[in-house]
């Protein structure tokens, strides 16, 4: 089947000569043009008992490679498990409306750090309201910046426990369907990120007169919430869909001809129906460049009670109010975290089934990629 790399591999020299890419986009280009191929270098691993080898060629590790980031969303997830409380948790997932989107891909670092912080102080002053639930919270954002066809659609997925903890350190759980009202939310995450632009960054709106301001106060933000799981282990497994999602997938890709990339997408505005939707190879390339996260930024963030501050004496605490086993952490070799995952021994020779294949000689890459 076709790949991501194979579209980049024959169109991507030549999108480069012809647009103009920043840095961190042609560094992302490359990495996954040169993934596992012998341009990045490698090692054979060789099995002892009935001399059968193969090669073994280095991942570029680049976040916006679809290649790598299935063991990289596995180990994450694996971390995550000694975080989890026995309780119900949500998905809450805050979005923009599309006039912003011109001004938030423009000065993405700014406004991509904006929304997370709306979105944090958003829920965490609702949850403290006694109104609502009275108690402190802890959360994970995920920023995704894509729709299903690809284009700039910025929004921040929440996974957040039904509950809290209260100043008397005791845990207060959350009303069963959800203890934010989805309206509240919505307009308080649009009032704390209009707020934030307009007195911390009115340089930014310089070029856009009042009427975007106006136009964004006067619409109702998209605020979705879901129904709760039913226990951590769903948690664990749902985590893992957003995390570590890139743009789009390499087993979307239906074909790649003639210039042309089809791949499937769901179209929520029509009954979330799959359809397949067919672009040039430099449109394609054009998308995927879009949702290249600035260099260094941070698109998993822990808020409140998972924050890093005391967050091991906060979530112990929870653990305890809420009957969940306190697990000792224990580091999985990569090896040992793939045969738990898929139940096979990658170790063992493939050949005879017996031996244990082993390091070889190294693959050094060429002296110019």
């Known amino acids: 089947m076709p790949e991501i790399q194979d579209v980049f591999a024959k169109y991507g020299a030549d999108y480069c000569r012809t647009h103009s890419i920043s840095a961190e986009q042609g560094k992302v280009l490359r990495a996954i043009t040169n993934c596992r191929t012998a341009k990045l270098g490698g090692h054979i691993d060789a099995c002892p008992s009935c001399g059968y ?12 490679c679809p290649k790598c980031q299935a063991f990289s969303k596995e180990r994450w997830i694996e971390n995550q498990k000694y975080d989890l409380l026995n309780v ?12 912003l989107n011109m001004l938030i891909y423009r000065y993405r670092e700014t406004m991509y750090g904006l929304m997370f ?33 690809l284009m700039f659609h910025p929004h921040i997925h929440c996974i957040v426990p039904a509950g809290g903890l209260t100043k008397a350190n005791q845990w207060m759980d959350s009303r069963k369907k959800f203890f934010l009202p989805v309206k509240v939310l919505s307009r308080k995450f649009r009032g704390k990120f209009l707020a934030m632009l307009k007195q911390e960054h009115p340089e930014l709106l310089l070029e856009n ?38 743009a789009i997938s390499n087993n979307r890709i239906l074909s790649f001809e003639e210039g042309n990339v089809s791949f499937k997408w769901r179209d929520y505005k029509d009954n979330s129906q799959w359809k397949v939707m067919t ?5 394609f390339i054009r998308r995927f460049l879009m949702h290249v996260l600035p260099k260094g930024f941070m698109k998993i963030r822990h808020y409140g009670i998972l924050g890093n501050r005391n967050k091991t004496e906060r979530l112990n605490r929870c653990k305890l109010l809420t009957g969940t086993q ?6 999985l070799s990569p090896i040992d975290l793939l045969k738990q995952i898929t139940g096979h021994d990658i170790g063992i020779c493939p050949a005879c089934g017996q031996s244990r294949i082993e390091f070889y000689m190294n693959l050094p890459p060429p002296l110019s990629i």
Do not use: M
């Open 53 to 64: 080898a193969k090669p073994s060629y280095n991942s570029c590790r680049n976040r916006h």
């Open 88 to 99: 119900g948790y949500f998905h809450v997932v805050f979005t923009v409306p599309s006039e």
């Open 117 to 149: 912080r709306a979105v944090a102080e958003t829920l965490q002053e609702l949850a403290a309201d006694k109104k609502y639930l009275g108690a402190s919270i802890g959360f994970t954002s995920v920023l995704h910046t894509w729709g299903q066809n």
């Open 209 to 246: 007169n009042q009427s975007l301001l106006d136009t964004c106060y006067c619409k109702e933000w998209v605020v979705y919430c879901k129904p709760p799981f039913k226990d951590a282990s769903c948690v664990v497994e749902y985590l893992g869909r957003y995390t570590h999602r890139v």
């Open 279 to 283: 672009l040039t190879a430099e449109e």
């Open 326 to 331: 306190i697990l000792e952490k224990a580091l």
